[in-house]
C-alpha cells in the first residue's frame, strides 16, 4: 500500500540533545513537508522541500534541520537549540494534484 | 499573504443532524485549492473533501458537502446524517496552484457529536 510512514511513534528525549524524526513515502511525490502541531493548534509549518536535494523554510524553522537527499525520505532533526520541542509532527507529502497526504506523526516529548 | 480563518472552535450537534463548520479566507490569486481535514483522536489527519478554485459546482463525497462562495472567500463544510465517528477536529486548507509551498491551515474547529 501507498503511504507515509514515521516513526517512531512516540519518542522522548533529554533537553539539549538532538532527535531525528523519520518520515519516508512511496507514493512518488516531490514535495514533502514538515508540520508541527501544538495542543489545541492547528498545524504550523517547519519545512518544506519540492524537489530532492533542494528544502526551504517554513513560519517556524528555527532550531530544526531536514535534509533530503532521496526522493522517498524527508527526515527532521530538533536540534538543542529549539527552545521548546514537545509537541506532535507531521510529515505530509502532496500530489501533482495538490493535495496532502499526511503520516500518522510523532509524539515528541522532551524532559 | 494567504490567510483562512476558522471562527468556530467547538461545535456540537446531534447524532443523525446536520451541521456546518465555517470558513473564510484571504487571497489575491485567482487559482487555488481548498480543502477540508478531519483529524480524529489518533491524530492522523484525513482529506475530506477538496474544492478547485476554477470549479462553480460544489465539492461532495457522501455525507460532506461543501458551499463555495468564491466572491466571498467562503468555504463551509456541511456534514449531514451526523454519526458518532464524525466526532473530530476539522481543518480547513488553502493551497496556491502556483506554488506547492504556500498550503494554509486554519486554526480548526472541534466537533463533538452527542448521542
Known amino acids: 500500500d501507498g503511504g507515509i510512514t514515521q516513526s517512531p511513534k512516540y519518542l522522548f528525549r533529554k533537553e539539549g540533545q538532538n532527535v531525528t524524526l523519520s518520515c519516508e513515502q512511496n507514493?512518488?511525490?516531490?514535495?514533502m513537508y514538515w508540520y508541527r502541531q501544538d495542543p489545541g493548534q492547528g498545524l504550523r509549518l517547519i519545512y518544506y522541500s519540492q524537489i530532492v536535494n533542494d528544502f526551504q523554510k517554513g513560519d517556524i524553522a528555527e532550531g530544526y534541520s531536514v535534509s533530503r537527499e532521496k526522493k522517498e525520505s524527508f527526515p527532521l532533526t530538533v536540534t538543542s537549540a529549539q527552545k521548546n520541542p514537545t509537541a506532535f509532527y507531521l510529515c505530509a507529502s502532496t500530489s501533482g494534484s495538490g493535495e496532502q497526504y499526511f503520516g500518522p506523526g510523532t509524539r515528541l516529548t522532551v524532559t | 499573504a494567504q490567510t483562512v480563518t476558522q471562527s468556530q472552535p467547538e461545535m456540537s450537534v446531534q447524532e443523525a443532524e446536520t451541521v456546518t463548520l465555517s470558513c473564510t479566507y484571504d487571497t489575491s490569486e485567482s487559482d487555488y485549492y481548498l480543502f477540508w481535514y478531519k483529524q480524529p483522536p489518533s491524530r492522523q489527519m484525513i482529506l475530506v473533501i477538496r474544492q478547485e478554485a476554477y470549479k462553480q459546482q460544489n465539492a461532495t463525497e457522501n455525507r460532506f458537502s461543501v458551499n463555495f462562495q468564491k466572491a466571498a472567500k467562503s468555504f463551509s463544510l456541511k456534514i449531514s446524517d451526523s454519526q458518532l465517528g464524525d466526532a473530530a477536529m476539522y481543518f480547513c486548507a488553502y493551497r496556491s496552484a502556483s506554488s506547492a509551498s504556500k498550503i494554509i491551515f486554519g486554526s480548526g474547529t472541534r466537533l463533538s457529536i452527542r448521542p
Open positions: 507514493l512518488n511525490h516531490d514535495a
